[in-house]
C-alpha cells in the first residue's frame, strides 16, 4: 500500500524540487507520472528537465507522443496505469484508489498560493478520511522536514 507525501512549497519553486523528487523515484526504480491540468506548466517543467545538469539527465516526455508507454517519467493528465509513483502539480487530483494501488503519491502546492494551500489541505482530508497514509513536509531553514503524518 502506498502513501501520498504532501510538499508545502515555500523556499524552493517547483521548478527545483520536481526534479530532486523525480531522480529519487527513479533511484528507487519507479516510473513516474508528473499529472498536471495546464498544458503551459507541463511544458515548461518538461523544457526544465531537459535543461537538467547532464550528469542528472531524467529522460521524460509530454504525454501524446508516440512513445509514451516508453517513459520512464511522463509529463500530462493520464491514468496512473502502469506507473509506480504519481507526482501532482498545480491541483491535479489523485484518488484514494490510486494513492493505495501506487508506490508513492506526491503533492505539490505552492505555500505562498492560498486558493493552493486550501486544495492541498481539502486533498490532505479526503485522502486520509477513505484511508491512505499520508506524511506532510514543509521546508525549514532550507531543509525538507515531515511535520505531520497520519
Known amino acids: 500500500m502506498g502513501a501520498a507525501f504532501f510538499y508545502h512549497l515555500t523556499d524552493s519553486p517547483l521548478?527545483?524540487?520536481?526534479?530532486?523528487?523525480?531522480?529519487?523515484?527513479?533511484?528507487?526504480?519507479?516510473r513516474v507520472l508528473v499529472r498536471g491540468t495546464d498544458?503551459?506548466?507541463l511544458k515548461r517543467l518538461d523544457d526544465v528537465l531537459w535543461q537538467g545538469p547532464e550528469d542528472g539527465f531524467?529522460?521524460?516526455g509530454l504525454?501524446?507522443?508516440?512513445?509514451?508507454?516508453?517513459?520512464?517519467?511522463?509529463?500530462?493528465?493520464?491514468?496512473?496505469?502502469g506507473f509506480a509513483c504519481v507526482?501532482?502539480?498545480?491541483?491535479?487530483e489523485v484518488?484514494?484508489?490510486?494513492?493505495t494501488a501506487l508506490e508513492r503519491t506526491c503533492i505539490l502546492f505552492d505555500g505562498h498560493d492560498g486558493a493552493a494551500l486550501d486544495h492541498a489541505r481539502g486533498?490532505?482530508?479526503?485522502?486520509?478520511d477513505a484511508?491512505?497514509?499520508?506524511q506532510y513536509w514543509a521546508q525549514e531553514d532550507g531543509r525538507w522536514t515531515k511535520k505531520a503524518e497520519k
Open 15 to 30: 521548478e527545483t524540487t520536481l526534479p530532486m523528487l523525480i531522480g529519487k523515484a527513479r533511484g528507487a526504480g519507479w
Open 39 to 41: 498544458a503551459t506548466l
Open 131 to 134: 484511508g491512505c497514509s499520508a
Open 123 to 128: 486533498q490532505w482530508k479526503a485522502l486520509t
Open 95 to 99: 484518488a484514494a484508489a490510486e494513492v
Open 58 to 60: 531524467l529522460p521524460h
Open 63 to 81: 504525454a501524446g507522443g508516440p512513445h509514451d508507454a516508453d517513459q520512464p517519467v511522463l509529463l500530462g493528465d493520464v491514468s496512473s496505469d
Open 87 to 92: 507526482m501532482s502539480v498545480a491541483g491535479a
